[in-house]
């Protein structure tokens, strides 16, 4: 069955650093088909998009994360990463990756869609990785 493992979350003091990591299996096609995202949810509140990337590398970051978040995809390793620095408070959550199956690619719009929408639509969740950080 597919499966999406997160890790790498845990507890930082504000203005430090993660890496997460997602690594995928079982999936019905090779993953460099596959558009995948990172997702967190913070105590209280509703799941919100973080950062998106397409097959073809696109990415898409929601305004509260650029430039201190990174997404990237390795896929000789099945495996997404969110590189996170300059940690604050507010970035406390549940981090949850997804995969959607895209043979034909996000189009500029699908990819902010798929932000903004919290990725409503896409295929595979994994159970996600707590991140904390305290001021």
């Known amino acids: 069955q597919v499966q999406l493992v997160e890790s790498g979350g845990g507890s930082v003091q504000a203005e430090g650093s993660l890496r997460l990591s997602c690594v995928s299996s079982?999936?019905?096609?090779?993953?460099?088909?596959?558009?995948m995202g990172w997702f967190r949810q913070a105590p209280g509140k509703e799941r919100e998009g973080v950062a998106l990337?397409?097959?073809?590398?696109?990415?898409n970051y929601v305004d509260s994360v650029k430039h201190r978040f990174s997404i990237s995809r390795d896929n000789a390793k099945n495996t997404l990463y969110l590189h996170m620095k300059n940690l604050k408070p507010e970035d406390t959550a549940e981090y949850y990756c997804?995969?959607?199956?895209?043979?034909?690619?996000?189009?500029?719009?699908?990819?902010?869609?798929?932000?903004?929408?919290?990725?409503?639509?896409?295929?595979?969740w994994g159970k996600g990785t707590l991140v904390t950080i305290s001021s």
């Open positions: 990337i397409t097959k073809s590398g696109v990415t």
């Open positions: 079982g999936l019905d096609f090779i993953y460099s088909e596959y558009c």
């Open positions: 997804a995969a959607e199956y895209c043979p034909n690619d996000y189009s500029p719009l699908l990819l902010r869609v798929r932000l903004s929408s919290a990725g409503r639509g896409m295929q595979y």
